[in-house]
């Protein structure tokens, strides 16, 4: 560099000043033992969670991180997505629909209240009820007596616009009752095999009392019962980090093995990643994606790549006229049969993606990779054409403004887009483009609204490890999730099957055969699986991701 | 000179009503849908929809939205943002982080700016100069992005004498090479700007003078040539102050410092109105007061002007 002398001298000062207040690096040696510090705390990446710390309303990631830790529900997954009860002694269900959870005694939050089946009734309760506006509150659905509890009233503006406001009809959930201290009894609406699954999501966390009384008081200083607990009151320094400590009262499946974790907030990736390069951050689940194709040599033997249950789908609305009926079929076909998703993957997403065989994710129990009618997720440029032509003779496509697929072009989404349009251009002689958008919410709005030109992207991140959860929320009839108002009276019947089965092994039976139907109808394309990658710095020995991508941040050990 | 004061201070209301409501206007005409954009693929109820619609007054017309909004800022209630959180509470976060960051960087650029450009001055066309001259070109023309990685990862991951990036350990100590950066395009304009004052005033007839009048060469560069030579400088850092406090969003973006730019860049991809204008207030506030300073240090730096 040609300025050196002006730099050196600013250098020169800037190392006296640091040298002064004593903040160096700080990584002298010590790379190389192996020997873990349980007392230790180490700092991951994250970012300004979006919502007061409360279980029901935290329905994002970096909000989610945290609660996750500051609480344990009646079950916990493991690494695997498996559930294994936590503060349940048993969950037992003769029909499916009567649910008798009994608890393990001697369960305490960390401020010494205890926790018995009242304060889950009471928790659900208050996740449910409409007019305390908790964003999860729909995951208590299939309770008897949600419909009241979550009654709304729709009013009509002077502009036609209806605007719901709560209404509830009843303060309690019917079928929710606390038959002593240590036993809970819930009747459902209607047989769901897998409902016992859920137990584990952060909606159904216990909340001591104190949370109902000033709910957004104690969503800045959390008290739960979990691995982890607040460093101190006020340990959320908004815009820049939460500090927790392990909680050494907690006995359960997900116990820490080291001292605490410092959530630092970044508000871009890259100089998270710059930051462990330096190890002056110790874990993070986000790579920048100009790191996508280095990391693995930036981070060698300080990296990890798994599977988890996440998937993208290509989806194409039912409205659109090139789409509709016999030939819309076809076409349909074809269009997946032009997607080369093997070399997507690779190329561009460097397998951090991994081509989808169906409209769940793997890792999941019941998963398949060979369902019937799954075969049109292969690249096949020959039948893609050959499919086209047939839909062609049937009605032909009006090819008078090019095919769109609207997407967000932040987070690396513009570069597959282009390919996979790409793919229609070359194999089926079609115009394709992508519709860009700065963000996702006007993706979202044209997606509610029914006002797509063309194709969409979307995907879908289980909220539990369950099938169900993959084609429920997002194709069932009138689902919350089913932007694109698919409906199959087939697929739904299907899916009430597979919920009200005896067994695990027959409700995952019915929902892949509730996924041929899907296959057949084709409302969205299958493209991926996501792979979360890792990175970790020399202060811990090894971090690792769990079924739904996230660290599992009471598994790193410090050294 | 108090009668100014107080004339440029009412010119403030203008100004101030002018951009916030440009400002508020440009986030409100922000495509997309705010709320909806606050959840992925899993929305909540429509009525926790509806209720934070209302509650940031979203389902209003524009001119009652921004009515609202000055009506509470002119109560002191600047509500609370999309994370719930007080936008007073985040302001007094922010802006001590930034205005941390400014002070040192406009000390670094007006001290060695001033340093380095009177120097070279006094010594014209000998190789300090050049050298002087060809490094701030370079410095000039290195875009702030490329020096703050560079410096990120050469100070901070391969020598580790400096943190890669503040996050929440914000001092003077830790924002020294964000300043560093941050001061480094200004400095070489500081040195440029010094330089060819100081040449143009070592010919002026009132230095000739002073030496032929026996003064030592000290008094003379700094009574006379440095005090002349400081105005152009102080009008540019004075205006540099201004775009520090809010112009650091690329620097405050690579090193992570919770600051005025890094709050400003996430609530603008929010489009989070009432607290870009709020923070955008606080801008006009700080332009005006510095402008205001700048032009009262020039009556004290040339006698010749007077303010009425």
Known sequence: MRFTRTSKALGLAAIVALAATGCGGGNGGGSGQAASDPGKIITAYSNEPQNPLLPANTNEVYGGRVVELLFEGLRAYDPSGKP???????????????????????????????????????SWNFAALSSNLQNNGFFFESIDGYADVSAVKESKGADGKTTSTPAPKAQTMSGLVAKDDSTITVKLTQPEADWSLRLGYSAFYPLPSEAMKDPKK??????????????????????????????????????????????????????????????????????????????????????????????????????????????????????????????ITKVIYNGTRTPAKDF????????????????????????????????????????????????????????????????????????????????????????KSQKLPGLTRAGWQGDYP?????????????????????????????????????????????????????FKDLPGLPLWYRATPIVWSNNVVKAETGWNGGVLYYNIEAK | MIRYIIRRLLQVIPVFLGTTLLVYYMVFALPGDPIAALFGDRQPPQSVIDALRNQYNLDQPFWVQYGLFLKNLFTFNLGVDFTQQPIAATLARIFPVTAMLAIEALIIQAVFGVL????????????????????????????????????????????????????????????????????LVSFAYVLRLTRTSVIENMNADYVRTATAKGLSRPRVVLAHILRNSMIPVVTYLGANLGGLMGGAIVTEGIFNVPGVGNKLYQAVQRGEGPTVVAIVSVLVLV???????????????????RYE
């Open chain 2, 287 to 305: 332009f005006v007061v510095a402008n205001l300073l700048v032009d009262l240090l020039y009556a004290w730096l040339d006698p010749r002007i």
């Open chain 2, 116 to 183: 380095f450009g009177v120097f070279a001055g006094l010594r014209k066309g000998k190789l300090f100069d050049s050298t002087v001259l060809v490094a701030s070109l370079v410095v000039i023309a290195v875009p702030t992005f490329v020096l703050g990685f560079v410096f990120q990862l050469v100070f901070g991951v391969q020598l580790g004498w400096a943190k890669p990036t503040v996050g929440a350990s914000a001092n003077w100590g830790n924002l020294i090479l964000p300043a560093v950066v941050l001061g």
């Open chain 1, 360 to 447: 769940t994710a793997p890792l999941l129990e019941g998963y398949s990779d060979s369902i019937p009618g799954s075969e049109v997720l292969t690249f096949d440029p020959a039948k893609a054409k050959d499919l086209w032509a047939q839909a062609e003779k049937i009605k032909p496509y009006d090819g008078s403004k090019p095919l769109q697929i609207a997407s967000n072009t932040d987070g690396g989404n513009k570069e597959w887009i282009e390919a996979v349009a790409n793919g229609f251009k070359n194999n089926l002689g079609i115009n394709a483009e992508i519709q860009p958008f700065a963000k996702f919410a006007e993706v979202l709005n044209l997606r």
């Open chain 1, 84 to 122: 294994v009860n936590a503060l349940a002694e048993s969950i037992e269900s003769p029909d499916s629909r009567n649910w008798t959870i009994k608890l393990k005694p001697g369960a305490k939050f960390t401020n010494g209240e205890a926790i018995t089946a009242k304060t889950f009734v009471d």
């Open chain 1, 218 to 343: 104690f969503g800045e200083n959390p008290i739960g019962n979990g691995p982890y607990k607040f460093a101190k009151d006020g340990a959320w320094v908004h815009d820049q980090s939460i500090s927790l400590v392990k909680n050494p009262d907690y006995n359960g499946p997900r116990t820490a093995k080291n001292g605490g974790v410092t959530f630092k907030f970044y508000t871009d990736p890259g100089p998270a990643y710059t930051d462990l390069q330096g190890d002056n951050l110790d874990v993070s689940d986000v790579v920048p994606s100009n790191a996508l194709k280095t990391y693995t040599t930036d981070f060698p033997d300080r990296n990890s790549t798994k599977p988890n249950a996440n998937n993208a789908t290509l989806n194409i609305p039912g409205y659109n006229p090139n789409f509709q009926g016999e030939a819309g079929k076809l076409r349909r076909q074809a269009l997946s049969y032009a997607i080369n998703r093997e070399e």
């Open chain 1, 466 to 518: 369950s099938l169900y959860n993959f084609l429920g929320p997002v194709w069932a009839t009138g689902a919350s999730s089913n932007y694109e108002k698919y409906s199959n009276p087939e697929f739904d019947k299907l899916l009430k099957e597979g919920l009200a089965a005896k067994t695990p092994d027959e409700a995952s039976t019915k929902f892949n055969k509730a996924q041929e139907i899907l």
